[in-house]
């Protein structure tokens, strides 16, 4: 991969981030710099507290910066927008609608008539295996199912890019290694800026081509690192010499951090 | 080797312990599981006639306690006097309109405050601190600037309700799970979008709660809002009845009144199954 070639997707260009509590300010993000190229899967881990939610919400327009930019396709994002999709932790569906009514949500807002948003909506619902619960209401099923639905409603909207925010952190383990190899061959089918945050080592590997690793308070960018893996890559890639010596790298760089917090 | 033994026994002992142990709780449930529960309603019923004749035959409640025959009479007697289908209108149109005001002011005003602090601030505290005043107490208040007749009941039972109704709204409309309006908005969800299809659907749960003790509310301050000088009305009857101490008439529509209640909570919660069904606790 040529470094030139490759085009800019995201730029983070020095967002700090302060929020007013009552004790005092609190530096949530400082001096953090990054470009994200298009199609990259970045994963972020760090600490709690090291301000990765925040630096996903200020990418997807929830909130705002205190200062410095962040540009998406070189437009400076102010709000949220359509083209750059989320995944929650809590999964964040929509009670009273149907799985279908869930997946189609984003599609209705667009003004798009229903056989239409019926007809892509029937086709990411089917990419994430649930096409025996396209009826079925949230409370119907298991927490695996949800985050799917929400997987298949992010990529529904098709978004240019997505950001997932511990999306299979609620997962037990079984299922969470499920999902990880869905989700990749999704990516390597249809291929979307990811920008996935997990405080999972094993997980950000297994997904990522670069980990980010931040530090906490204030939260910054520690680290970047490449991780040489080639696609597809499969719960095997875990017993290999490259993925185990990346992880234990990114492990101790980690904990420092955490020891870092617990002073 | 005894000590093995011992242990062999001691566990043998606990497991047969645990078994019992589990075994109790489940012949009782059987039971009580194996009669329908129609029939379980029914035996209430019997229960509470027993009672009530037993009340009637001791000579200190049977004043207050009628037998249930005398009770059963009465029906006949306030036909006759032509009475008891107009009293059972009058209180229903009462209750039914003020409720249906107190709803219609109750909901936008419960929006506003969850969505404007200020107004939230300015409101909140006086809703809270009228709610606990009896509604017989400020009666006379409203007769004064209202005179008697049917505007002074529904002015009364729609103020209950309307303050029942906006906290509990209110507090809905608060409890909101912020991410879902997140997941609205990134799925390009504007303002007006977030109110009708996240907020107002989400609302659901809590606006059907509001109508339920709203109903409540209305009926429990009918006696209150009768006693305006209505010209009709179960709350009006009853005290009517008190100075003639007819006692069977009076426990007829006490019995009544609960039976409405009963008729009203039923109808809400078929309400309640039909447009919150998707709700992740149900009862």
Known sequence: ?263 | MKRVVKIVINQTLKTKNKSNVKKTPMTKSNWVEKIPSNLWVLISLVVAIVIWTILSIIPNTSRSFPNIFYVSESVVTMMQRGVFWSDIASSLISVLVGFLIGFVISLPVAVLMAWYRPIRFIIEPWIQFVRNIPPLAYVPLVVISAGVGRTPQIIVITIATFLTMSITIYQGVRNIDPTLIKAARVLGAKDKDIFLKVIAPASLPFIMTAIRLGTAIGLTSLIAAESTGASAGLGMRIRALNNTFEASPMLLYIIVIGVIGLIFERLVKLLERRLTGWQEKRE
């Open chain 1, 1 to 263: 991969m040529a470094g030139e070639e490759r085009v800019v997707k995201l730029k983070i260009d020095n967002v700090r981030k302060v929020y007013n509590s009552q004790n005092g300010e609190v530096i949530a993000l400082n001096g953090v710099s990054l470009d994200i190229y298009e199609n990259e899967f970045i994963t972020v881990v760090g600490p709690s507290g090291c301000g990765k939610s925040t630096l996903l919400n200020i990418i997807a327009g929830l909130e705002k910066t205190t200062s410095g930019k962040v540009f998406c396709d070189d437009q400076e994002i102010m709000d949220t927008g359509t083209e750059r999709g989320v995944v929650f932790q809590q999964y964040a569906l929509f009670p009273w609608l149907t799985v279908l009514g869930n997946v189609k949500f984003g599609l209705s807002l667009q003004g798009m008539k229903k056989e239409k948003a019926d007809e892509i909506a029937m086709k990411y619902i089917r990419m994430v295996d649930l096409e025996d619960f396209v009826n079925s209401y949230p409370k119907e099923l298991s927490g695996g199912m949800k985050q799917r639905v929400a997987i298949a409603r992010a990529y529904a909207a098709n978004p240019s890019v997505l950001l997932m925010d511990e999306p299979f952190g609620a997962l037990d383990a079984q299922t969470r290694t499920q999902l990880q190899e869905e989700l990749l061959h999704t990516w390597e089918k249809e291929q979307k800026t990811c920008f996935f945050i997990t405080h999972d080592v094993d997980e950000a590997i297994i997904l990522g081509q670069r980990v980010i690793i931040m530090s906490a308070r204030p939260g910054r960018i520690k680290e970047v690192v490449d991780i040489n893996i080639p696609y597809p890559r499969s719960q095997e890639t875990k017993i290999t010499p490259e993925f185990l010596e990346a992880k234990n790298y990114i492990w101790s760089q980690v904990y420092k951090e955490y020891l870092e917090v617990r002073k």
